[in-house]
Structures are given as structure tokens and as C-alpha cells.
């Protein structure tokens, strides 16, 4: 395996490892914390918990040709995160319904003022875009090099 090779194989894994945690996290706070998700938590779940299985299967098999299918995953879901981190950041009225069983605006775990699960979410997201994107400079640094004689 080249050195581009294993560093491409590093990033894959490392983006599944991410996507792995941010899974079991989630599960954690619904399952045995017992917090019910909201309908924005329930979206951005829909777009991490798959991830969690392409990246795994396409690290197992060193298969980076699954990036552009996921990288569509990844920005749709931290979309669907900036968006709950605004309606939860932003004034709070009377008159705005919620969005399901448990509101979207509600802040079941707020640790140091910042911390919330959408912004744990987005943060998976962005982490996994950044090496999602390595995987991508790494490609296009091999494909100029071109075939080796």
C-alpha cells in the first residue's frame, strides 16, 4: 500500500470512527437517558446513522470511491444541525409551535453554555467533511502525478 494509500485508508477510518461515536452518543441520551429526540434531532440521525455503515464497510475494503455519495449526507445533515442551532439560540415566543412530541427548542443537555446535541451533531459533521475532504486532496494529488512507469 502507497503512503497516499494508507493516509486516504486513515482518513476513511478516521471519518467512520467519528460517525461510529457520534451513532453511539445519540443512542446513549435516547436510550438510556431516556431524552426523546425532537423531529430536527430525528433528521440529523436519519443522515449520521447510515454513514456510520457505508463508512465502516468502505474502510473495511479501503474503497474511497464512496466519498462524493456521502459527502451530500454530511453537508445535508450539519444543514439540518445549524438550522436546530439557530431555532434553539434564537428568542423563544409563546406562539411558536413545536415540531413534534418535544419541541426543537428545547435544551436537554446544555454543558458549558455551548454544548448542545445539535452542536455535538454539527461538530460530527463538520469532522467528518474535513476528512472526507483529505480523502478527496489526497485523489487529486495522485491523479496528477499520473500512471508510474
Not at 25 to 36: A, K
Request: hydrophobic fraction near 50%; aromatic fraction near 12%.
Amino acid at each position: 500500500m502507497s503512503n497516499s494509500s494508507s493516509k486516504k485508508s486513515n482518513w476513511l477510518f478516521i471519518a467512520w470512527a467519528i460517525s461510529v461515536v457520534a451513532t453511539a452518543g445519540s443512542l446513549y441520551l435516547s436510550e438510556y437517558l431516556h431524552f426523546t429526540p425532537c423531529s430536527l434531532c430525528w433528521y440529523q440521525r436519519i443522515f449520521m446513522y447510515p454513514m456510520t455503515i457505508l463508512l465502516g464497510i468502505a474502510s473495511a475494503r479501503n474503497q474511497t470511491q464512496i466519498v462524493p455519495f456521502v459527502m451530500p449526507m454530511v453537508v445535508i445533515g450539519g444543514g439540518f444541525s445549524i438550522y436546530h442551532i439557530f431555532i434553539q439560540e434564537m428568542p423563544h415566543s409563546g406562539s411558536v409551535a413545536s415540531c413534534g412530541p418535544v419541541s426543537c427548542m428545547e435544551d436537554v443537555l446544555n454543558a458549558f453554555g455551548f454544548l448542545t446535541v445539535p452542536m455535538l451533531a454539527l461538530t460530527a459533521f463538520v469532522l467528518i467533511f474535513i476528512a472526507l475532504l483529505q480523502i478527496r486532496r489526497l485523489d487529486r494529488i495522485d491523479s496528477t502525478k499520473g500512471p508510474l512507469l
